[in-house]
């Protein structure tokens, strides 16, 4: 099938469905339609940047011509999603990226989407790769980003979004992600809003020994918006997948999560672990969280849990009965809530950037 | 006392046999003509002699029935239904109410006998009130003295229509507005008969109420509505059980349950469901769209919904409750099986409106065959609902690797001074739990149901206890063969 | 240095302390007994400032100042310890650097300065030491995992830690063997000081055999009901609470 072909039903599946709206199901917290307006999706190309691309990896502009194989061969596969139809359709623009097989890049591939419009990504770790991918989320009126992942046999992704408070912005953006057998895909996504953030992850454990670990933390303040919608599939039994993400709200902010696990039938030896939580501070704060299991086999261990509440008041009185003042009390537990999700981000120097993004944006919202 | 563990011993015995209620009554059924038209609602209430404005209310839900689309967002699929190929009034022949049971014509009481039912028995030793509604038309209601004594009304929906009036347009469609959903308008347009319940300020019912049901004219949709009010200070505890012979064609069951708890009352509502499921090979079976809802419109008002759905070929439900009054309490406990190829999307609503309100969620699911349980639910939080709490915990147990067991919750809070905690779980049974019970000569399928009732303990022991042992044999029965 | 006068302290609309009336000096330690549901953990948390506790009548003056109308934070600063039942958990935060920054918020509600992370360590590990507090049990997170006795054991850490004018030990013995019973104990006799008062609340007379007490009153039903010296104890323990209680109503 040629890029031409996947384009063209892509352009078809956008102009079936439309724009996504609150009535439809997987929507219903995000109304994309609303958000953006009169304005609508528009056919713009948004921009990326690459600051030092790392030795070893191949790069191509997707905006060039004549594509090499590798990116023939995986590129607009995955585009049966509404955003990400219309970003293939839409947007000649993009980049791609190759790690060839046993590869292991030590230093981050630091990728950046900017400017308003639609724009696609490829990354392909062939077998044995590995690589750490940080990607930076410029501020514009309205983007959608359609990320296609794959990784090889025995490949490793270790990937860190930081989307920093884009005030009026419209963002989206949808990964898929395809890991084959003994592959690992470990992702962090830390989120402070805008006027609506969506950040959609479709992940196929497609071998055995394929791993999956997402976690991510969002503090909102005002009328921040931030959802982050997870789809895990275990094509394959003897996979594994875990996911944990913690949500600050205060103000009259929204935090949403909604995260789909299916284990597909014969997909035995399958475990899948998922915590989503989230504490209101604001008095119309929102949040709302929907973990959802679709499992169709049966020798599987599937588990989820979802709290909504808010701080502690036996912890908040313990920190003040020893002389710690309420306001930093306050603080301290806000920490201790997200710490552990951000433990999770293997990368050292990205766990800190990730630390003090949260610190600044506690104190603004405790 | 007894004289109930001989009762019990008999019906567990009896249930021990595999889908005993495959028969037919051969009496002569008096019909609606077939189909759905504005002469059937017409049909339906001059036959009840309901009054003018029941006939309107009629009317108008029909009339928006009409303009309604069908709901397809649950994960159920079935054929198409065709809503004018199918009776729906049926009522057998002489049958007027009766003052007492020697009244009733003998094969129906033939009848109620083989459903495992004595009346005569259960008058004696349980002390239940039964309500029996054969077809659309209650055939015999009992104890009515002694519940008139404690100021109780228990009686067939039409007699309270007639009766009671006032009461019943205070409350219908209070808690499920005629507009709510598709199923809910189409029973609020022809639907045929239910219970009525009023128990009065600072009554506690003095007995356990239950009302059993029957389809039994081939294509008779079976459209009951019951009304339960609970006012000011009162207990209820109503059971509703049902059974249905084998059949081919599907039959549609959409009735509508709404229960109104006032301050600090209690109403506890208990169904254990046996409808037809289908056979092994997915034939025929009972269609269970329902819409239950209950409104805990006082302060520490409580109402629980127990449920032990086993049969059926699709099962939509949401029994659920509107926690309005501060400091209500809303629960729901909830065993629903699927095997063979029934289909069952399921679950709750919770919402929380009034301040300090709670609610608790037990849902275990058990899925077999080529089976597909979805638990579907949803606990709102709404901005005023200062404190609020809410646990949930689904479990789905998998038996064989041919089936589906699915989770949907929707978490939503707005009030910062709120707690929701959920928890969901997936297993299947153990090799080892299995060979433990064969080794110590437990037969595989008896295994199977000491395994399947450990797992769904929790939520049996909210049952009343004349039904906690029906249940377990119920659950047994229904997962026979499903291991190995 | 605390005078209660008549506490009426009411939770949920119900009340629990009908007119307690204690003074402790300094130096002195001050032990206070009673049958379960007497309202012992209800006078700790009121003395700590926790919420939920209604004062409807009475008055505690501390050091001539109004508790009551003091946050616990500000109590915790003029120096009130209230070692706790039990100690809650805190995942996320580490030993170490919660009482790095305890130790500083109260220094700070002084008006000293704060002490840097090296100075906190130093003077954390002498006291952790002599209380059999491990340094990996400072970078665990705050109480997670701890056994009873380590959490017992952390409790008396902090309070040779803030040197408190006024120390509440509330049942600090439930749950200890003997031996961490002993360490505990010894912890707590090393901070007596002439210008330190202890009250320590207890429901056995055990822990008193090892924290001898200078004064003993008897809790039940919300009151003071008798009062003695430590030979008091003894007599609670071959009596029992009803007999004195009776004695008492």
């Known amino acids: 099938m040629t890029l031409a072909v996947r384009k063209a039903e892509a352009a078809a599946v956008l102009a079936s469905h439309g724009v996504p709206h609150r009535r439809i199901e997987e929507w219903k917290y995000s109304d994309l339609k609303s958000a953006l307006g009169e304005a609508g999706i528009g056919k713009v190309m948004a921009e990326w940047q690459v600051d030092n691309l790392p030795a070893g990896i191949e790069m191509f502009d997707l905006a060039q011509p004549n594509p090499p194989a590798w990116v023939l061969g995986a590129f607009g596969r995955s585009a049966h999603n509404v955003m990400s139809a219309a970003s293939l359709s839409l947007s000649a623009g993009g980049v791609a990226f190759r790690v060839p097989a046993g590869a292991v890049i030590a230093d981050p591939l630091k990728l950046d989407f900017i400017g308003p419009g639609h724009v696609r990504g490829l990354l392909v770790l062939e077998e044995g790769a590995s690589l750490t991918l940080l990607e930076g989320v410029g501020a514009a009126d309205f983007r959608n980003v359609g990320f296609e992942i794959a990784i090889g046999a025995g490949g490793a992704l270790e990937h860190v979004r930081i989307s920093p408070d884009a005030g009026d912005a419209v963002l989206v953006e949808e990964a898929h992600v395809h890991i084959a057998a003994g592959g690992r895909y470990r992702a962090h996504f830390a989120g402070f809003g805008s006027k609506l953030s969506r950040m959609e992850l479709e992940i196929a454990l497609e071998g055995a020994g394929a791993e999956a670990h997402l976690s991510g933390v969002s503090v909102l303040d005002g009328k921040r918006h931030s959802d982050v919608t997870t789809h895990v599939i275990h094509r394959h039994g003897g996979t594994n997948s875990s996911q944990l993400f913690k949500h600050v709200a205060g103000g009259g902010a929204r935090a949403v999560y909604q995260g789909k696990v299916t284990v597909a039938k014969g997909a035995n030896g399958s475990d899948s672990v998922q915590t989503a939580k989230a504490l209101l501070l604001g008095e119309t704060a929102e949040a709302d969280l929907k973990p959802e299991l679709e499992i169709f086999a049966d020798d599987v261990k599937c588990a989820h849990g979802a709290a909504v509440g808010d701080l502690d008041a036996d912890s908040l009185f313990y920190l003040r009965a020893r002389g710690i003042p309420e306001a930093e009390a306050r603080g301290l537990l806000l920490h201790a809530f997200l710490e552990d999700a951000v433990a999770e981000i293997a990368n050292m120097d990205q766990r800190e950037l990730v630390r003090s993004a949260l610190l600044s944006a506690l104190k603004a919202v405790a | ?484 | 240095m605390l005078e209660i006068k008549n506490l009426h302290v009411a939770v949920d609309g119900k009340e629990i302390l009908k007119g307690l009336t204690l003074s402790i000096q300094a130096g002195e330690v001050h032990a206070i007994m009673g049958p379960n549901g007497s309202g012992k953990s209800t006078l700790s948390y009121v003395l700590a400032g926790r919420a939920g506790y209604d004062i409807t009548e009475g008055s505690i003056i501390y050091n001539g100042e109004d508790l009551v109308a003091l946050a616990p934070e500000m109590r915790a600063a003029k120096g009130v310890f209230l070692a706790m039942q039990y100690p809650v958990e805190i995942p996320g935060v580490t030993t170490m650097t919660f009482l790095k920054t305890a130790l500083n918020s109260q220094r700070r509600a002084r008006g000293e300065s704060d002490l840097d992370a090296v100075q906190v360590l130093k003077l954390v590990r002498a006291k952790a030491k002599t209380l059999n507090v491990s340094e990996e049990m400072l970078k665990r997170a705050l109480n997670v995992g701890f056994s009873g006795g380590e959490k017992k054991r952390l409790e008396i850490l902090q309070m040779a830690l803030f040197e408190p004018k006024l120390a509440i030990l509330d049942e600090t013995d439930s749950g200890l063997d003997i031996d961490a019973l002993r360490l505990v104990a010894e912890g707590v006799n090393t901070l007596r000081d002439p210008s330190r008062a202890m009250l320590v609340i207890t429901h056995y007379q055990r822990l008193l055999d090892y924290i001898v007490p200078d004064r003993i009153h008897v809790l039940a039903k919300g009151r003071i009901v008798a009062e003695g010296g430590k030979e008091l104890a003894l007599e609670l323990e071959a009596k029992g609470y009803e007999h004195i209680v009776g004695q008492a109503a």
Not at chain 2, 418 to 423: K, Y
């Open chain 2, 1 to 484: 006392m007894s004289g109930i563990a001989v009762e019990t011993k008999e019906q567990v015995a009896a249930l021990g046999e595999k889908y005993k209620y495959g028969f037919v009554t051969d009496i002569e059924m008096e019909r609606a003509p077939k189909g759905l038209s504005e002469d059937t609602v017409r049909y339906i209430s001059a036959k009840k002699g309901e009054p003018e404005w029941m006939l309107e209310w009629r009317l108008g839900a029909f009339r928006r029935w009409q303009a309604m689309k069908e709901p397809k967002w649950a994960r159920v699929h079935y054929p198409k239904i065709d809503y004018q190929n199918a009776y729906y009034y049926a009522a057998p022949k002489n049958t007027p109410l009766k003052q007492s049971l020697d009244e009733v014509d003998p094969k129906l009481l033939e009848t109620y006998n083989k459903l495992g039912i004595p009346l005569h028995e259960q008058m004696a030793l349980a002390g239940v009130a039964v309500d029996a509604v054969f077809d659309s038309v209650s055939v015999a209601t009992t104890f009515k003295e002694k519940l008139n004594e404690a100021g109780v009304i228990f009686c067939p929906i039409s007699e309270a229509i007639r009766d009671y009036p006032d009461l019943v347009r205070k409350y219908l469609g209070s808690v499920v507005p005629v507009t709510d959903n598709f199923f809910a308008t189409l029973n609020s347009a022809v639907f045929s008969d239910g219970t009525f319940v009023y128990v009065p300020k600072g009554v506690r019912c003095p007995m356990e109420l239950s009302t059993y049901f029957r389809i039994n004219a081939s294509e008779t949709g079976q459209f009951e509505r019951t009304l339960i009010i609970a006012d000011e200070g009162s207990y209820v505890s109503y059971l509703e059980g049902c059974t249905a012979p084998k059949r081919d064609e599907n039959q549609l069951h959409a009735a509508v349950v709404e229960l109104v708890a006032l301050d600090n009352a209690e109403i506890k509502y208990s169904t254990v469901q046996n409808w037809y499921p289908g056979d092994e090979n997915g034939l025929g079976g009972i269609y269970n769209f329902v819409t239950k809802r209950g409104d805990c419109r006082g302060k520490k008002s409580k109402i629980s919904w127990t449920q032990v759905e086993t049969g059926s070929a699709i099962t939509w439900k949401y029994p659920s409750c509107i926690l309005r009054g501060d400091d209500s309490v809303g629960e729901f406990y909830s065993i629903a099986i699927a095997n063979h190829y029934q289909q069952a999307d399921t679950g709750t609503k919770m919402i929380h409106l009034g301040a300090n309100t709670r609610s608790r969620i037990i849902s275990k699911g058990i899925s077999a065959g080529k089976a597909q349980n979805t638990y579907r639910g949803l606990v709102s939080v709404y901005g005023k609902a200062r404190n609020a709490r809410n646990y949930t915990q689904c479990d789905s147990l998998l038996i064989g690797g041919d089936c589906g067991a699915h989770t949907v919750p929707y978490i939503e809070s707005r009030n910062k001074t709120a707690r929701i905690e959920h928890e969901a779980t997936t297993s299947k049974i153990a090799e080892d739990q299995l060979f433990y019970c064969l080794a110590r000569g437990i037969p595989q399928d008896e295994a199977v149901s000491l395994i399947v009732n450990g797992f769904c303990k929790e939520v049996l022991q909210q049952l009343p206890m004349e039904f906690a042992v029906e249940a377990q044999k119920l659950v047994g029965i229904s997962l026979e063969g499903s291991v190995g």
